[in-house]
């Protein structure tokens, strides 16, 4: 299987049509894209699945071989997390993740700027990998991201009590909630699901529907109120939301609830799970609906 062409992006089976050689030829399709824009700067980053790290390597050493400054996002990183080292260094990115596809899948997400992504129309691809490789420097933002996520979120959740669950189905989402409930001092308690990243997303495809949320369903029946129940995807761009009983909330409904937290402040929709915040991060955060959820929704 080749690779074949998505919106912002490529994708492929792993060890088929997305290998090491192949993630070389985009990340030297990318760069020269990138120069030809007169963009310096890239930041890679990946999500959990297998040979994703090794794979954004390859890509960072390719893309500082060409003389771009290059960073490399350290650990698995949300693509909020991407988002706003983009922003923050006004750059160029290149985002291993398959998002809510099958763990056999890998690909990346490519942006010429901060919530700017780039068609696969935009770029031509060398025939063969290219040998030369140069230097680049491990980032880490977590700690700045959550305090911007704290403070964007505000103090809306704080007083509320109950049980939070935060089924992040071993993708590159965990660990995010906990630390930003401890910045906004939450009592409500938080119990995430599937934390550690997993390769194989503990047995499930990465994408936050029913079927692939049995853990997190079987305890929301169980619940009392006052509870809540959140799923993320593969690459944490997307939030599904669970009320006690196991009713699903739908997008238009998250919506209207988003909407009556933030009392008239702008908030988007994409129809498949995903909250754009323009004030706040040029990609989507689901973190940050989550966070303005529990204002209404406990």
């Not at 938080?190 to 049995?214: A, I, M, S, T, W």
């Not at 939030?239 to 909330?249: D, F, K, R, Y």
């Given at each position: 299987m080749e690779l074949y062409s998505t919106q912002d992006g490529f994708l492929g089976e792993i060890a088929k049509g997305f290998t090491f050689a192949q993630v070389a030829r985009l990340a030297a399709g990318f760069g020269e894209r990138v120069r030809a824009e007169g963009i310096t700067r890239v930041v890679v980053a990946h999500d959990t699945r297998f040979l994703a790290k090794e794979m954004a390597e390859e890509a960072a050493g390719i893309l500082g071989g060409m003389g771009l400054e290059t960073f490399l996002l350290k650990g698995p990183s949300p693509l909020p997390l991407f988002g706003f080292a983009l922003k923050e260094l006004e750059a160029a990115g290149f985002y291993l993740t398959a998002s809510r596809k099958p763990a056999r899948f890998q690909g990346v997400k490519l942006r010429l700027g901060p919530g700017k992504p780039l068609s696969p129309e935009g770029m031509a691809l060398p025939q063969e990998a290219p040998q030369k490789r140069g230097s680049f420097q491990v980032l880490d933002r977590k700690k700045a991201y959550l305090e911007h996520l704290a403070q964007n979120a505000g103090q809306g959740a704080q007083g509320k009590k109950g049980v939070v669950y935060?089924?992040?189905?071993?993708?590159?989402?965990?660990?995010?909630?906990?630390?930003?409930?401890?910045?906004?001092?939450?009592?409500?308690?938080?119990?995430?699901?599937?934390?550690?990243?997993?390769?194989?997303?503990?047995?499930?495809?990465?994408?936050?529907?029913?079927?692939?949320?049995?853990?997190?369903?079987?305890?929301?029946?169980?619940?009392?109120?006052?509870?809540?129940?959140?799923?993320?995807?593969?690459?944490?761009?997307?939030?599904?939301?669970?009320?006690?009983?196991?009713?699903?909330?739908?997008?238009?409904?998250?919506?209207?609830?988003?909407?009556?937290?933030?009392?008239?402040?702008?908030?988007?929709?994409?129809?498949?799970?995903?909250?754009?915040?323009?004030?706040?991060?040029?990609?989507?955060?689901?973190?940050?609906?989550?966070?303005?959820?529990?204002?209404?929704?406990?």
């Open positions: 935060l089924d992040t189905l071993g993708g590159a989402g965990g660990g995010v909630l906990p630390g930003v409930f401890k910045l906004l001092g939450l009592e409500a308690e938080l119990r995430e699901l599937h934390p550690l990243p997993h390769p194989l997303f503990y047995g499930v495809d990465p994408d936050p529907k029913p079927e692939n949320l049995p853990t997190l369903l079987v305890l929301m029946k169980a619940v009392e109120p006052p509870a809540v129940g959140f799923a993320l995807d593969g690459d944490a761009d997307r939030l599904t939301v669970v009320l006690p009983g196991g009713e699903l909330v739908s997008q238009e409904e998250a919506l209207e609830k988003l909407r009556q937290a933030l009392g008239g402040r702008e908030v988007r929709a994409d129809g498949e799970g995903g909250y754009l915040f323009s004030w706040h991060l040029p990609e989507k955060d689901p973190f940050l609906a989550a966070l303005l959820l529990l204002q209404v929704l406990l």
